[in-house]
C-alpha cells in the first residue's frame, strides 16, 4: 500500500517544496499539494526541482477554473520537471466558487469533465506526435496548433490524470476516461463498496485492474485518552463541515442520515460551528473515522479499505503527533 503525504491547506509554495522534501526523506511514496490560496504548479515545481523519488501529485487543481489548453501546457513542463513524477489530480469545484470566483462558465460538471479530460489527450496527442489538433466539442474548441507553440513530445509520457468523484455520474465519468480517482475523507466503507466501486466499474467497463483508487482517511490518532480526545474533537468539526455540503449529501443519505445533512448545511449558514461538531454523534463519527493508537490506526485502515484502495493519505485536522504519524505511515508501506 502506497501512502502519501498532504501538505497543508494554507502553505505557501517554499511551505510546499520544504514539505515535499521532508516527505521524501521520511519514506512517503508521494505528496499531495492543494489549491487553496496559492496555485499548486508553482509549488509543484519547486518540489520537483527539490525532490528525486516521491510521486508529486496536486490535489486537487482546479480543472475548471482553466481551459483544456492552459492545464495540458502546465502538467506537461510540471511532468518534464519532475522526470515522470507528476499525477495530474483535477477536480471540478463547486458552481458558486467556478463561477464567482474564477468567472468561468459552470453546467453539467460531468459531463464537461469527460470532454475536458478527453481534451487534454488530445492535446497531449499532438504534443507526443505532431498530428493535427481538432478538439470541436459541447464544452470546449480547440483546433490550433503550431510548431511555433508546440513543445514536442515528453521524454516521460503525459502524466497521469486523476479526478476527484463522490457522486455516481462524476465516479463513472473517472472510471471511463481517467487513470485514478482521488476519494474524498467524507467516504465510508459502506459508500466505497455500495457506490463508488459499482460506479467506477461502469465507467470502466468491468474490471479496475491498473485503475488507481487514492483515498484520505480520517483518523483519531493518540496514544493516551486526553490525545485521543482533542483528535476525536477536530475529526468531529471536519467531518460536520463537509457533511454540511449539499454535494456530499449522497454519502450520508446511503445511511440514513439526510436529515442530519440539511441540519447541518442549516447550521453552517448561520456560521454554528460549534453546534455543527456536536451533532456529529458516535455512529457518525465511527463510520467516517479510525481511532486509536498507531498500530490499531494502522490495521483499522487495512482492514476497512486495503482490499480497494491502493493509495491512502491520513487526514488528521488536529495538531497529530509527528512520530504517531509516522508509525501509522511505516506499518502501512
Given amino acids: 500500500m502506497l501512502v502519501d503525504a498532504v501538505v497543508d491547506f494554507t502553505a505557501d509554495p517554499l511551505a510546499c517544496e520544504a514539505a515535499a522534501v521532508r516527505a521524501e526523506a521520511e519514506g512517503y511514496d508521494g505528496v499531495s499539494i492543494p489549491e487553496t490560496s496559492h496555485d499548486p504548479f508553482v509549488a509543484l515545481t519547486l518540489a520537483a526541482r527539490a525532490t528525486s523519488r516521491i510521486t508529486l501529485q496536486s490535489g486537487i487543481a482546479v480543472a475548471f477554473a482553466r481551459n483544456p489548453m492552459t492545464t495540458a501546457m502546465v502538467a506537461n513542463d510540471v511532468q518534464l520537471v519532475s522526470g515522470g513524477r507528476f499525477e495530474l489530480g483535477l477536480g471540478s469545484q463547486v458552481r458558486a466558487h467556478i463561477e464567482r470566483r474564477f468567472g468561468m462558465p459552470w453546467g453539467r460538471p460531468a459531463a464537461r469533465m469527460e470532454e475536458y479530460v478527453g481534451t487534454l489527450r488530445a492535446i497531449w496527442e499532438r504534443f507526443a506526435t505532431g498530428g493535427r489538433l481538432h478538439v470541436e466539442g459541447e464544452f470546449y474548441r480547440h483546433t490550433l496548433m503550431t510548431e511555433f507553440f508546440d513543445p514536442g ?166 495538531a497529530a503527533d509527528h512520530d504517531q504519524v509516522l508509525e501509522v505511515t511505516a506499518l502501512l508501506r
Fill in 153 to 318: 513530445p515528453n521524454p516521460h509520457g503525459p502524466p497521469p490524470v486523476l479526478l476527484a468523484a463522490v457522486g455516481e455520474r462524476m465516479t463513472e465519468v473517472a472510471g471511463r476516461v481517467a487513470d485514478g480517482i482521488l476519494c474524498h475523507s467524507l467516504t465510508t466503507v459502506r459508500y466505497l463498496t455500495e457506490v463508488t466501486v459499482p460506479a467506477l466499474a461502469q465507467g470502466r467497463g468491468g474490471s479496475l485492474d491498473g485503475f488507481t483508487v487514492s483515498l484520505a482517511v480520517f483518523a483519531v490518532l493518540g496514544d493516551t485518552p486526553e490525545q485521543r480526545a482533542a483528535a476525536e474533537a477536530g475529526v468531529r468539526r471536519q467531518i460536520a463541515f463537509y457533511a454540511s455540503t449539499p454535494a456530499y449529501r449522497p454519502v450520508l443519505e446511503l445511511h440514513g442520515w439526510g436529515e442530519l445533512a440539511d441540519r447541518l448545511n442549516r447550521l453552517s449558514r448561520q456560521q454554528a460551528w460549534a453546534e455543527m461538531a456536536t451533532a456529529v454523534d458516535d455512529d457518525v463519527l465511527d463510520a467516517f473515522a479510525v481511532a486509536g493508537d498507531a498500530p490499531a490506526v494502522a490495521a483499522q485502515i487495512r482492514e476497512r479499505f486495503g482490499g480497494v484502495a491502493g493509495r491512502l493519505s491520513l487526514n488528521t485536522p488536529y
